[in-house]
Structures are given as structure tokens and as C-alpha cells.
Nanobody, 119 residues
Framework: QVQLVESGGGLVQPGGSLRLSCAASGSIVSIYAMGWYRQAPGKQRELVAHITSGGSTVYADSVKGRFTISRDNAKNTVSLQMNSLKPEDTAVYYC?????????????WGQGTQVTVSS
């Protein structure tokens, strides 16, 4: 079993910043990918940013230059620094982690954290 605990969501004004964090715990042998997704009301869940164990990153076009994903391999944590936030960034943000337990692969989702950008 893998547990993901997210933190850092909230209400922020346009142009403001927030930092999301996600910590993975359990019988984890290794993690090969960590990422953040988001889902706005009435829309499908979409990838925001993704980072591999080697540090390679992928960002959605809509957040490039504003969001930065980072990870701490020793602590099994991933963070998303969100700057210059826009109202269209409003969504529930989900952490996603993929890796290996001692008996096979796993993919886990966090419970989601609300980010609201509004004046």
C-alpha cells in the first residue's frame, strides 16, 4: 500500500503564488515518476507537470514558465511551485506517483487539494 498526502492548496489572488507538496509513504522500493494533474469543474483531468527519477520534466503548455515541479528522491516528495496564477488555474490538483513495491508496480493518486484563483 502506498499513501500520498497532499498539502498547500488554498485561495489566492490572480498573480499570486502557491506551493503544493505531496509525500509518498509505504513499502516503496523505488519511484520512477511523480506528477501533478488537475481537474476543473466540468472538465477532464489533465496533466500539469511530470518529473522522472532522473529529473526530466514535462509541463502543460498552459503552465510553462509559471509552474516548477521538483522532487526529493530521498524523502519521496514532489512539489509544485505555482507562480503568476490565473483564474483558469482554478481546479482540484492531484498528486500522482508511479513506482515499485517489493511485489510489483504501483500507481497512486492523492486525495486532491483545491486551488482557487480569484480576486
Amino acid at each position: 500500500q502506498v499513501q500520498l498526502v497532499e498539502s498547500g492548496g488554498g485561495l489566492v489572488q490572480p498573480g499570486g503564488s502557491l506551493r503544493l507538496s505531496c509525500a509518498a509513504s509505504g513499502s516503496i522500493v523505488s519511484i520512477y515518476a511523480m506528477g501533478w494533474y488537475r481537474q476543473a469543474p466540468g472538465k477532464q483531468r489533465e496533466l500539469v507537470a511530470h518529473i522522472t527519477s532522473g529529473g526530466s520534466t514535462v509541463y502543460a503548455d498552459s503552465v510553462k514558465g509559471r509552474f516548477t515541479i521538483s522532487r526529493d528522491n530521498a524523502k519521496n516528495t514532489v512539489s509544485l511551485q505555482m507562480n503568476s496564477l490565473k483564474p483558469e488555474d482554478t481546479a482540484v490538483y492531484y498528486c500522482n506517483v508511479g513506482g515499485y513495491l517489493d511485489y510489483g508496480k504501483f500507481t497512486s493518486w492523492g486525495q486532491g487539494t483545491q486551488v482557487t484563483v480569484s480576486s
